[in-house]
């Protein structure tokens, strides 16, 4: 691909939000003709920096240059006005009108006042046609997968003529055969001239479909490159934000791991065989014995979230098998699993977890109470006990236990989330993303706390996108990638330098 | 407790404002508000008035109060009150010489069995179905006052069963017997949602459905039980409706009840948006919209009028919890401000 | 060919015409005198009014709002009409103008505090109601009769169709409004933007359509559908009374449902609810040959029938959930009170 003037320039892109250093003059520029994904873990900044790009959000400083003209746009329509369109996961059409309307709505053309349906959806076959998609457009969307869906997505945009398209995690909801298939769509056109840029966490798709890639790591610029000259294992130590060379080797640790592999085997308090869930995550096998910590480390949306909530009854697996100590459970329900003596500590906690409304001692009782049955209350001077201990072990910063939930920060939220279900006692925790927006020293303490439980025999599985912490508090480790196990590390394996090889290699 | 009492006494201090502003207003304009009399051994004056008559409302918006917390609605109030007050009139019947048809206790007892059973629908629609609470009572909407007009076969069915009187016109030391109901009903509720921790599962099935499920509660049933007490709650308001004029007319009886319970839900505290729930709250909300339709009666305003006031402060109330409302006003001060 | 007539969208248009022929056929087998062209005709001339509000109803179900404020619309318009004709001796069509010109501008005005404010379409207009049904206690509390030549006109022309047969003017002219509401729901950019915003408000707004300019044009709409409806009612009552189209949202929402509109919005059009309608007629003519049922069955059937259809298009929308968008949190649509 020859060097040319580049279609879209993005200069110094600075973005803050209250707390937080979104993007910190980050560069990026799109040539035409080509495919340019942009990596990065969560927090990196790629969703903001693409939000800047469609108008959702304003940059604080920096410059966007389209075709060498200055731009600022002000909302996503602006933007599409510019030529810079946006397919997003959800594809986000009117599934309940019909193929050939989704495309052309807004600008149907009209003949002697009224609508001229035929002429709509023969402009929406053309349109579809361009992209090797022949289907009847007269049908309603929500009559064709979601892979279909996408399709139409991308026709419609490409019919209001685009310099840029911005493809936003588009394959999460497809298959194999429908990824290729897109794909294919793609390359012819990026052939075609269009300039792409493709967002996604999918690694070996990257590789697959993408020619440069951009690493974004905490909201800076980490470099540009070719795909082909730019070897797995580096851009996962790039996303990472560390050098090859300086992955962990903790040695104590791997004493502590040699020591713990000539240790029996601990009686098993968990055992999972072969569950999965279509569409969530592959067919998986995973033992936890008592006092042990289980890892589980990938990739931002390699599957770990989904594992944990087929496991805790979230979500009903489609096959597969679960036993707690022993006995065969069946675990439809998280009132199930919780009968079983597990916890879950969500990642989403503003969705999934926090009640904003409740004080902080009614958000870290609650599943006690649904414990102990909704009849029999706990009395009030008990709760106060219970929350102010947990309060205090986990230095959570509230004036007091009678506080509303909302009013603290997020890194005391999450510890709020952790207190409720310590509050219960469990057999087996898992714990999702503890550390997240914790500061430095918390997420010491959280460590050593996990490590504390392990030892009063409480069995742990552990998810975290940081594999030094996970490498640290993990007796064994299960690699996931792309919504699968590829593999289990277990003794001397443990460490950062071994998941990233396991992630680079498997799968 | 203490702290928890301080918490709802800040939030009842608006309902409490309100309400005192209003009997502020009477006091100065109009004649003989507060004046009471002692006549047959009872009290008679305005404000047993305002007692009395908001005393159905008060019983269905107790109910209504748990269901706006989960984030839910039910308009079908109206017509389980006229289906409640059909069921046992044509149950006690009664000739003109008072004999009932059924016993009083069995009477009741069915009417209320009815009403429940009408709040279960209600709640099966919600809960197991998944339709919108809006969509779910509006069926029983349409069909419930038919079916109470099916019941008493459109007519006006009269009572003449004495005892059950006391329901509506009767007096227990002096203040009316339907404030008693009231006040029992309310105590028993406050007890059992506070007492237990069914109040805050409540709650939390409203603020945040996803994490209620997520730790433990069955949010299905939950639903289901507070759809089905405020039929029941319903069933009530409809014994007393029924007796106060001993009558049941399907095609009146609860007329317009819905938006009044609603009304005295939101002011009293109550989101609709679900969450922290106020009991005594949306009792002192009751208090307000009858105090005000009083007041205008006062003023020898058709009451119908008083329907035009309720509107206005409905959209009032809906413009200050609306964010954009705020945010613009907000947004207008602080130009004034700047400019200032 | 087959494909696209089971298509979900077509199969309950051709359930509800199922149905009104089994009910007409049904009709007809057993009452002697029941088929005749003159009784299906007399749909029409005795629903008019029910229709043209429907119709308006259906703009804004499509649209996933809902408008409970109809009916009390209606009875003001007839209470303005009566009142300027009667009282205040004006013009008739004058009169006309200035009903319609006010069901538009209360419409409208509901519509924009729905937009701009984002408050829930059923709060606002079920305080619309109250406005409304308070608003006609205003003009008068009595009945006010109409003995304007111009009215007592439009009430007995009778506009022969066929062989004998005739329409009135009020039922022509609720046909031609439904031939312009489907006329504009199929062919104008309009139309198509109302179904767009109740398939995805959100994705309506990404893809550049005047979602707010139409949403308000909707509620617009319906008052303007209500005020009609108001004046077609006067042709047929030759009255004003405060009470008239009491209850009348809820016919007027059964029969847009049963008529194949989702309630969720963003499917329907108006031939269904013409049929909707003719199948809400059918089921009162059924009763009134039948001779002993109470004339409130009528309800109990169509809430009964409203149950079942909401029934299906859940069991509908359950078995096409094809995607699994697990990130995705619930939205609440704009008929508030989520909670699934």
């Known amino acids: 691909m020859p060097d040319e003037a580049p279609v879209l320039e993005m200069r110094k892109i600075s973005k803050v939000f209250p707390g937080v250093k979104a993007l910190s003059g980050v560069d990026f520029r799109l040539l035409r003709g080509e495919v340019h994904a942009i990596m990065g873990q969560n927090g990196a900044g790629k969703s903001t920096l693409v939000k800047v790009l469609t108008g959702v959000h304003e940059q604080d400083s920096g410059e966007i240059l389209l075709e060498g003209k200055a731009i600022r746009p002000s909302s996503p329509l602006a933007a599409q006005k510019l030529g810079i369109s946006t397919v997003y996961q959800e594809v986000n059409l009117c599934s309940n009108l019909s193929v050939a309307e989704n495309i052309l709505i807004g600008r149907q053309p009209m003949k002697l006042g009224r609508i001229d349906w035929k002429e709509l959806n023969r402009r929406a076959e053309e349109a579809l046609k361009r992209l090797n998609v022949e289907i009847d457009v007269t049908l309603s969307l929500s009559s064709y997968s979601i892979a279909i869906q996408q399709m139409v997505a991308i026709a419609r945009v490409l019919d209001v003529s685009s310099k840029i398209l911005i493809l936003d995690e588009p394959t999460s909801s497809l298959d194999e055969a429908e990824v290729a298939r897109l794909f294919e769509l793609i390359r012819k056109l990026r052939d075609q001239g269009l300039a792409i840029l493709f967002i996604t966490h999918f690694l070996d798709q990257t590789y697959a479909i993408s020619d440069r890639i951009t690493v974004l790591q905490n909201g800076l610029f980490c470099g540009e490159y070719r795909t082909a000259e730019l070897p797995k294992l580096e851009l996962i130590a790039k996303m990472l934000g560390k050098e090859l060379s300086e992955f962990s080797y903790a040695t104590e640790h791997a004493a502590r791991k040699k020591e713990a592999t000539t240790e029996r085997k601990a009686p098993d308090l968990l055992r999972v065989r072969h569950l999965g869930l279509r569409g969530s995550i592959a067919p998986f096998d995973l033992e936890l014995g008592e006092g042990e910590v289980l890892g589980l480390a990938g990739l931002l949306g390699s599957g770990r979230t989904e594992m944990a909530k087929l496991i805790f009854g979230i979500d009903s697996a489609d096959q597969g098998e679960v036993e707690v100590k022993g006995k065969k459970a069946n675990i439809g329900s998280p009132r199930a699993a919780m009968k079983f003596g597990m916890g879950f500590c969500s990642e989403d906690r503003k969705n999934e977890g926090v009640f904003g409304e409740l004080t902080v001692r009614e958000n870290i009782v609650l599943a006690l109470q649904v414990r102990r049955g909704m009849l029999k209350s706990i009395p009030y001077a008990k709760q106060l006990e219970i929350a102010d201990e947990l309060i205090a072990s986990l230095k959570i910063k509230t004036p007091s236990?009678?506080?509303?939930?909302?009013?603290?920060?997020?890194?005391?939220?999450?510890?709020?989330?952790?207190?409720?279900?310590?509050?219960?006692?469990?057999?087996?925790?898992?714990?999702?993303?503890?550390?997240?927006?914790?500061?430095?020293?918390?997420?010491?303490?959280?460590?050593?706390?996990?490590?504390?439980?392990?030892?009063?025999?409480?069995?742990?599985?552990?998810?975290?996108?940081?594999?030094?912490?996970?490498?640290?508090?993990?007796?064994?480790?299960?690699?996931?990638?792309?919504?699968?196990?590829?593999?289990?590390?277990?003794?001397?394996?443990?460490?950062?330098?071994?998941?990233?090889?396991?992630?680079?290699?498997?799968? | 407790m203490a702290s928890v009492r301080s918490l709802m006494r800040s939030r009842l201090v608006w309902p409490?404002?309100?309400?005192?502003?209003?009997?502020?207003?009477?006091?100065?304009?109009?004649?003989?508000?507060?004046?009471?009399?002692?006549?047959?051994?009872?009290?008679?004056?305005?404000?047993?008035?305002?007692?009395?008559?908001?005393?159905?409302?008060?019983?269905?918006?107790?109910?209504?109060?748990?269901?706006?917390?989960?984030?839910?609605?039910?308009?079908?109030?109206?017509?389980?009150?006229?289906?409640?007050?059909?069921?046992?009139?044509?149950?006690?019947?009664?000739?003109?010489?008072?004999?009932?048809?059924?016993?009083?206790?069995?009477?009741?007892?069915?009417?209320?069995?009815?009403?429940?059973?009408?709040?279960?629908?209600?709640?099966?629609?919600?809960?197991?179905?998944?339709?919108?609470?809006?969509?779910?009572?509006?069926?029983?909407?349409?069909?419930?006052?038919?079916?109470?007009?099916?019941?008493?076969?459109?007519?006006?069915?009269?009572?003449?069963?004495?005892?059950?009187?006391?329901?509506?016109?009767?007096?227990?030391?002096?203040?009316?017997?339907?404030?008693?109901?009231?006040?029992?009903?309310?105590?028993l509720t406050a007890l059992v949602t506070r007492r237990s921790a069914i109040g805050l599962f409540i709650e939390a099935v409203g603020i945040n459905p996803t994490a209620a499920r997520f730790s433990?509660?069955?949010?299905?049933?939950?639903?289901?039980?507070?759809?089905?007490?405020?039929?029941?709650?319903?069933?009530?308001?409809?014994?007393?409706?029924?007796?106060?004029?001993?009558s049941a007319d399907g095609n009146n009886a609860g007329n317009l009840f819905e938006l009044d319970a609603i009304l005295a839900v939101v002011l009293g505290g109550t989101s609709l948006n679900g969450g922290k729930f106020y009991l005594f709250g949306s009792m002192i909300g009751a208090l307000i919209i009858q105090t005000l339709t009083t007041t205008i009666y006062a003023f020898n305003v058709p009451p119908e009028i008083s329907q035009v006031v309720k509107a206005l402060v409905v959209y009032a109330i809906s413009l200050l919890q609306s964010e954009k409302f705020r945010a613009r006003v907000a947004g207008v001060f602080a130009r004034g401000r700047a400019a200032a | 060919m087959t494909r696209r007539l089971l298509d979900s969208r077509n199969l309950s248009i051709l359930a509800t015409l199922g149905l009104f022929v089994v009910m007409f056929g049904a009709g007809s087998t057993a009452f002697t005198g029941f088929f005749s062209f003159q009784n299906f005709l007399n749909l029409f001339i005795d629903n008019a009014y029910l229709l043209i509000i429907a119709v308006g109803m259906t703009f804004v179900i499509i649209s996933g709002g809902i408008d409970l404020s109809v009916g009390s619309m209606l009875g003001l318009a007839t209470m303005i009409s009566a009142s300027l004709v009667e009282k205040s001796h004006l013009n008739p069509l004058l009169v006309i103008l200035i009903v319609l010109l006010n069901g538009t501008v209360l419409g409208f005005l509901m519509g924009c505090l729905i937009h701009f404010f984002d408050l829930p379409p059923f709060i606002i207009t079920l305080a619309g109601l109250y406005l409304g049904r308070g608003l006609c206690y205003v003009v008068s509390i009595d009945t006010i009769a109409i003995s304007d030549s111009f009215f007592e006109q439009a009430a007995h022309i009778q506009i022969p169709i066929l062989g004998g047969a005739f329409l009135s003017p009020s039922a022509v002219i609720a046909l031609v409004v439904a031939a312009l509401g489907a006329w504009v729901l199929r062919y104008t950019r309009f139309g198509r933007t109302v179904y767009a915003m109740g398939g995805n408000e959100q994705s309506a707004l990404l893809m550049g359509l005047p979602v707010g300019r139409t949403k308000i044009a909707i509620y617009a709409l319906s008052g303007f559908c209500s005020a009609l409806a108001g004046v077609v009612f006067t042709f047929y009552t030759l009255s004003g009374y405060a009470l008239d189209g009491k209850g009348m949202e809820l016919d007027a929402i059964a029969t847009v449902v049963i008529g194949g509109t989702l309630l969720t919005g963003g499917v329907g059009n108006a031939f269904g609810t013409v049929v909707g309608v003719l199948v809400y007629g059918t089921i009162q003519v059924l009763i009134v040959f039948q001779g002993t049922l109470n004339s409130w069955w009528t309800r109990i059937v169509i809430g009964f029938l409203v149950f079942v259809f909401c029934l299906l298009q859940r069991v509908f929308e359950a078995r096409k959930g094809t995607t699994v968008v697990r990130s995705v949190s619930r939205e609440p649509t704009a008929v508030a009170g989520g909670n699934a």
């Open chain 1, 401 to 507: 236990a009678e506080n509303v939930a909302f009013q603290l920060s997020g890194g005391n939220l999450q510890k709020v989330m952790l207190a409720r279900w310590l509050a219960t006692h469990p057999t087996v925790l898992i714990l999702d993303e503890p550390t997240r927006g914790i500061d430095v020293g918390a997420k010491l303490e959280i460590m050593e706390l996990i490590l504390n439980l392990s030892k009063q025999g409480m069995g742990v599985i552990f998810i975290s996108s940081e594999f030094e912490e996970v490498a640290r508090c993990s007796g064994r480790i299960a690699v996931l990638k792309d919504h699968a196990k590829i593999g289990e590390l277990s003794g001397q394996d443990v460490d950062e330098r071994k998941i990233v090889r396991t992630i680079a290699e498997g799968g």
């Open chain 2, 216 to 246: 433990g509660i069955n949010a299905k049933n939950m639903l289901l039980g507070v759809y089905a007490f405020t039929g029941f709650c319903a069933g009530v308001s409809g014994l007393v409706v029924c007796s106060t004029v001993m």
């Open chain 2, 16 to 187: 409490l404002t309100a309400l005192a502003c209003l009997f502020l207003f009477n006091f100065f304009f109009t004649p003989n508000f507060f004046q009471m009399e002692v006549k047959d051994g009872h009290l008679y004056g305005n404000l047993i008035d305002i007692i009395k008559n908001a005393a159905p409302i008060m019983l269905i918006a107790i109910g209504l109060t748990l269901v706006i917390a989960t984030h839910g609605i039910d308009i079908s109030v109206g017509s389980v009150v006229a289906i409640s007050a059909g069921v046992v009139a044509i149950m006690l019947g009664g000739d003109l010489a008072g004999q009932a048809r059924f016993p009083l206790p069995v009477a009741i007892g069915a009417a209320l069995l009815v009403s429940t059973a009408a709040g279960v629908w209600n709640g099966l629609l919600v809960s197991r179905i998944g339709l919108q609470p809006i969509i779910a009572t509006l069926i029983l909407f349409v069909a419930g006052r038919g079916i109470a007009m099916v019941f008493t076969n459109a007519m006006v069915i009269w009572l003449y069963v004495k005892p059950f009187a006391i329901w509506g016109q009767g007096y227990l030391f002096g203040l009316p017997f339907s404030l008693y109901v009231v006040a029992v009903l309310l105590a």
